[in-house]
């Protein structure tokens, strides 16, 4: 079975994560998708995504810490907004 690049890690806040696998390292970015870059962007088919965190892990869980720094990163994001 193929490992899935990209996969969604918290439903309820839309935190994906990007999953990279190179000689036994285990990469992984976690970031959201706006839905608009700005009021003018009316292109939906070139999404804006904001990476808020990079690690690397061992296990194939999401350690909670680095999922609470992405949300956490998030609502800072779109506060500034």
């Given at each position: ?10 439903r ?13 390292i ?47 990163r ?8």
């Amino acid at each position: 079975m193929a490992l899935k690049l990209v996969r969604k890690v918290d439903r309820k806040k839309d935190i994906f994560e990007l999953r990279i696998n190179t000689e036994g390292i285990f990469a992984r970015s976690l970031f959201f998708r706006l839905e608009k870059a700005n009021e003018e962007e009316d292109n939906v088919a070139s999404p804006t995504y904001i990476i808020t965190n990079s690690f690397k892990k061992k296990t194939n869980k999401t350690p909670s810490k680095e999922l609470k720094k992405a949300i956490k990163r998030k609502s800072n994001y779109k506060n500034k907004r």
